[in-house]
Structure formats: structure tokens, C-alpha cells
């Protein structure tokens, strides 16, 4: 699986320094991410995700995202880090579709039987989205098609976002 997201990231860089030259090309890169905070009674979930992508064309736009997620709930405890490759693409100019690649390594600690287990693992997903866009901001639903629901760090596979990218 990584010898595949590895040779997809290449193939889609080579692709893209192949049809401008290195001034344009980082002309058409567009820089981005999320933040998340989230509290209630004794549990708090912080996120950060810087992001890249490359500007093929008006409609077009491909790139790469890391993630780190911490959060606590009670004693149970995670911290979730990997990447992912994304593509956007806009068939009208404020619907933007998009496909995310995203693989995470979970490590999780929890209470179990009086005791404290640990849990280590790759978890992939596979989002598909369609929001509503105005140039640098996207706000949508992305459904993820690979969702485990003993594995996944997210609460269900339907999720609403927020795209930010300058």
C-alpha cells in the first residue's frame, strides 16, 4: 500500500513539473490546512493539518496534507499521525469534488479490565467530498468509503469540513 501512495505522489508531481516550468510552478502551489479544538466534560481533542496543493488549472487542483491529532477522553488516550494526497476538482466554478488518500498511524492507550492496554496501527481512509466554494474557502461533506468502526478515529464516516487555502 505505501509503494502505491508513494508511486501516485510521484506520478502526480512528475506530471504537474512537466507542463510549466519551476517559476510557475511554484506560482500555482496554494498552501493550507485545518486546526481543530474540541472540550467537553473530561475529554479534549486538538488537530493540525498544514497542506500543499498544486494548481493544474482553473478546474483542477492536486496536492498532499500531513495530520496530527491528540485527544483524551476520560483515562483512554490518542495520538494519530500520518498524511494523505488529495485531488480537487471544480466541474462549475463553486462546486468543488474532491478524493482523499489518507493513511494514519494510531497509537491508543485505554483502560481495559482494571488495567491499561495499547493499541498501534495503520488506518486508511478514503474520503470522497463535495462542497460549496469561493475561491479559497470550501465547506462540504466528505463520506469515508474504507470507515471501520473499531478502528477509525473519526466518530462516523459522514463528516462535514472546511477547505481553507492561500
Known sequence: MKHYMLSLVFLIGFSCLGQKTSNDFWNNVRFGGGIGLGFTNESFNA??????????????ATGVSLNFNYAKFNEDKLFAYGGSILSLYNPIPNIQLSGELEQLRINR????????????????????????????????LRYDVLYDDDKSIYANALMPFVRVYF
Open 47 to 60: 488537530s493540525i493539518s498544514p497542506s500543499a496543493i498544486y494548481q493544474v488549472n482553473d478546474q483542477f
Open 109 to 140: 492507550t485505554y483502560a481495559l479490565d482494571g488495567g491499561n492496554r495499547e493499541d498501534n496501527y495503520w488506518s486508511p481512509a478514503l474520503f470522497l467530498g463535495i462542497g460549496y466554494s469561493n475561491q479559497n474557502v470550501t465547506f462540504g
